[in-house]
């Protein structure tokens, strides 16, 4: 079945520096990639995602780039907040078109500290 | 809207004890997961739903777990004779006109004792 590996896990930085996490995967058949924010009580919460078409996807301070020869991808976090500090969790799966389900894979999880 | 609900928030159980837990999916979407989050095996999938179709349990660790969908949206999660290993946050999540987005509730805390 499928492995994600996910690195650092701790990554601490002061506020406005540039955050990055990455994730390999071992299936070359996983063809979507979300990133979850996870804060202390709370559930899992999708901030981006990407597919296996594409090899960049940004949406204003985050961007998640994807090498599908490498098996790997990243999250990149600009300017990084106080209010980013969470774990993220990257994760991976197959699916088979535009609406069809996968269940994800995760990683480990990355606690992130933004220090003021 | 409303997002994805669960309850209860914390349950403390006996080793040995039945607990049922139970998941109201965003209004709309048809597809509903369940995970299982802990300290020693971080985020893994138990059970996915989707309309009418057969589940797909292949990620229940034992027979002692079992979950339910009842009409299409509210999910129940049953586990039987509780072991101390069962503790852990237990996650739904629901998905609409992208299954694969999956929307995440903030979970049980299950403690066995």
């Known amino acids: 079945g499928e492995n994600v590996e996910q690195h650092p896990s701790t990554l601490s930085v002061q506020e406005g520096d540039s955050a990055v996490i990455k994730c390999t995967y071992s299936?070359?058949?996983?063809?979507?990639f979300p990133w979850y924010k996870q804060e202390l009580g709370k559930g899992p919460q999708l901030i981006i995602d990407?597919?296996?078409?594409?090899g960049e996807k940004k949406d204003q301070r985050i961007a998640v780039t994807l090498n599908k020869t490498a098996k790997h991808f990243s999250l990149h976090i600009t300017e990084t907040q106080p209010e980013d500090s969470a774990v993220y969790f990257c994760a991976a799966s197959i699916i088979d078109g535009g609406t069809s389900y996968g269940k994800l894979t995760f990683g480990q999880g990355t606690i992130l500290t933004v220090h003021p | 809207g409303a997002g994805v609900s669960q309850s209860p928030s914390n349950k403390v159980t006996e080793k040995g004890k039945d607990v049922e837990l139970r998941c109201d999916p965003i209004s709309g979407h048809t597809a509903l997961y369940w995970y299982r989050q802990s300290l020693g095996q971080g985020l893994e999938f138990l059970i996915y739903f989707q309309g009418n179709s057969a589940p797909d349990k292949s990620g229940l660790p034992s027979d002692r777990f079992s979950a339910e969908r009842t009409g299409g949206s509210v999910s129940t999660l049953t586990i039987q004779r509780t072991q101390q290993e069962d503790s852990a946050v237990y996650l739904c999540?629901?998905?609409?006109?992208?299954?694969?987005?999956?929307?995440f509730g903030p979970g049980t805390r299950l403690t066995v004792t």
């Open positions: 299936d070359s058949a996983s063809n979507y």
């Open positions: 990407i597919r296996s078409n594409v």
């Open positions: 999540a629901s998905g609409g006109y992208r299954l694969y987005e999956q929307y």
